[in-house]
């Protein structure tokens, strides 16, 4: 791409002024493939400063409106996933998992094109899904990344907003000879206090004619994951009202309060074990033909152990546990819609609890990937007219998900003789007050749990999730010099795509299943305390055991067990259980297959036919580009740009498993459901996997065309002013095209016609009934589509420097969204009595997102003495959105995952010897999508949202001797938490502590 020089006359300086002013116009955007090498080649990248300088002529020099990171930017700030290096680019927004970066969005959407090199490329972290996640990715193993927020007719299809391209180390862009680096890191968290060690190694040679590279790495790390998640529930619904009148205006019949179905606190530490590497081989065949291969592998083991404490908030599936004293804050009223009435919707600001049981609960949560990803390509340049590049990658990823959960408690059912009247009596239950106004919840109660003697009673139960993914791209690329008018070149490919997701959920199902554990008088009296027969046996949900054993069922005392067991109290800021409560060592837990067995002899997956689908999509493109140029070009100011065409044909094929969905299915189609369903009763939902009975298949297909065109212009030797449009789309996420319907079920009690609990046998009436669910699988479902407009313009007024303002304009056309759908099914006596509140996919219609971005970037060479040495940067975003969804007062939803306001602050210093850097990021609140409100009244659209907040990191380096630096690093040093509301600001919704870490290493370089 050329950029003329010439001399700025009134005319082309009129012009650029009014380039500027006329931004807030739906413009056109760019395309062209980012080519760095050029750039890269321009620029010796010596520190900070001249990665700033380097990371400007990329954008300078690109085709495409692209904000980049590259050499000395990644891993000079405390960079532990390439996700904390994106923060900074303009417009890029993160969110992190236990304090490091993970997936993140451009411009406010999460539908974001991710590719290693120019080319797709698989992440075991989102196999099913649209979204960037660079959980696995360490940044010490990418040599550069550019965030492309226009796209042109050549580049890949499949981002809506942008595209991230992630870039590794090719031999024969380096110096001739050997190269080699290393460096190892330890650190520690503010609150785990555990160490941690990161060690990575790079050695490449090159000889002018061929070069190879090898980068590894291994690093550990524990960071703090203690938090409060609190599901959302609307108070005495059952009850016909508030009984209590807790907020004293008089309403005890249509007053609603947002409750969770427990009250407690999640402490966790999450462990990651990464290790990996990366490796190129590039050799010139001849003066016209060059190749060139790699291979990029990572492979991730995180474990987030922890124990969860939880005083039930549910009596009889009435969320009724609030008292007198509690605190509330009337916030909107819903009008009536059926048999619903008008409800009036109270925030709880403290709760004051009769709980009727307490439950901890010990878990081991644990995610085990690898991906490798291979690029072989051919590339042919004989310096005519003619270029072309031939390129085949095959990919291939993997994900395990394993959760084994041990909770022991008091239920509210378990009576004992406690004063030794020879009566069984109820268990008492737990006062408890949680004051959600304190900057970490706080609890009050009088009970001692810290005694396994409290929490006399346990369970344990296992879940799981495979993914797995494998991916075939063979392209052919060409490009034809060749003059027609403007146009001075012609860009043209074909591309076919395959992926291959298979996706199986299972439960550990136990063999232990009985007619009774006690002497039921709805059993007969020869079947109590016998097995199951047959499939009836297996029990999602085990039954609760004693630690002390129940010679009725031949069980002998758990003393091994409970040996085991220790007060746990590392709650971290949270307070309130400082005593202690009694749990398992999470880490016993890690062996979820062992770990079950020896507990329930015979524990075995089963695979759960709702939840197990593969999808193959295959995709066919081709594209057409030409390129112009003129250097008298508009008013004598010089221009460039392309226009083009690509054409994307895509084949879905989905395959589900069939299966007798049914709150009363026919005998033989399932596995469990209890006691009832071996009496001939219908069984218990909660405890029934469903057989597989075969598959179906759905196919699907689409067609999408997706011109683009870009102009840019040059009214002055340093300035740019870019417009650009393209039609872009984005794959679904697959959870959404290949889930089937699950429901979760629960029992309760049936009122009579007189509003008597009792039938005329003085008996209850409990039946089961689908409690809600989820059926998100759509095959048909439409991909993302929108229109992408941009414009911008750039004033490179010094050498790395330069000031920029854009505009976007992104309107979606079809997008897909989950919501809430009111169903009704049959209670297992067959009747229908009430809805239950579904998740759904559908796709809606389009919905616009817009903004501006001013960025700045400065080197201040210009002043005096050590002032001298020192730069900045500085961008802002501004997005705003709107879903096409809205709340329950009516007001827009914007796209999830965007903050409407985000900006990003760094100032560093560089000397010969030292340097150092601090940065800030800060976003406004974020829409994380609608609160799973569970109830069995007509649904209500309420928003999770994260409260604004800002994260400061900083980092210094002294080389010690010419090679060697040592460097200090931190990483949230105001120890800033993720806080979520559910709605309403006074409403509590989650709070994720993020701790402060803080890392020192030496970087060694040959």
Known sequence: MRYPQFKKTFLSSFIAAVSVASLGVPAFAQTEPVDNKGALEEVVVTGIRGSQKAAVDVKRNSAVIVDSIVAEDIGKLPDVTIADSLQRVTGVQIQRTAGEGSSLNVRGMPQVLTTLNGESFLSPWSITGVGANYSDIPASMISGVDVIKSQSAATTAGGISGVVDLKTRRALDMDEGWTATAALEGSEGSITKDANHDFNGFIGWNNGDMGFTLGAFSSLTNAANYQMYEDSRLGFVNSGGDPYDLNGDGNTTTDRYLVPGGYGVRAYVMEREREGFAASFQSRLSDSLTFSSEVFYTKMDQYDRGVETQFNGSRDSNYDVLRPGTITKKEAVVPGSGNTPDRVINSVQVAVVEAPDFQATTKSKQNHTDAINTNFELAFDSGDAFKGALRYVHSEANKTYEEATFQQGTPVWYWVDADGDGQDDPVDPFLVTVDYTKEYPTFAYADDLSSPDRLNLFQAFAIGQKDEATMDVLRADGSYEFQVADFKSFDFGVRLDRRDVKTTKYDYLTPTGRYSTWSDPNVPSDKWFQPLPGDYVWQRYPDWYDFKGNSDLGQAPFDDLKSQLISYNDFGPFKGFETGVAALDPGSLDDVNGFMNSIYPGATKFADPAKAYSVVEETASAYFQGNFESDTG???IPYSGNLGVRVVQTEREVVNSTYAASAVPAEGTYYGGGADAALGKPPQGWQVMFKSLGTKKTNASFTDVLPAANISFFPADDVIVRFGYNKTMSRNDLVNVGEDETLWYQEYKVYTPDGDREDADGKYKVVNSPGGGNDQGNPNV??????????????????????????????????????????????????????????????????????????????????????????????YTYSDSDSGDEDLEGKSFPLQSNSKHQYNAILWFQGEKLSSRIAYNWRSEIYQGRVGLNTNEAPISLGNWTEAAGYLDASINYDVIENVTLYLQGTNLTETNYRNYAQFEDQFHSLSVQERRVAIGVRVRL
């Open 634 to 636: 508009v008013f004598g």
């Open 782 to 875: 439409k991909p993302w589509r929108a229109d992408n407009w941009n414009a911008s313009t750039e004033w490179y007024f010094s050498e790395g420097g330069i000031l920029g303002l854009g505009v976007f304009l992104i309107q979606v056309d079809t997008a897909t969204e989950t919501l809430q759908e009111a169903r009704a099914y049959p209670d297992s006596d067959g009747v229908v009595r009430r809805t239950a509140n579904v998740w759904t996919t559908q796709n809606v219609s389009g919905s616009d997102l817009k903004g501006f971005e001013v960025g700045y970037k400065q080197s201040f060479d210009f002043l005096p003495g050590l002032l001298g040495n020192t730069g900045m940067e500085f961008n």
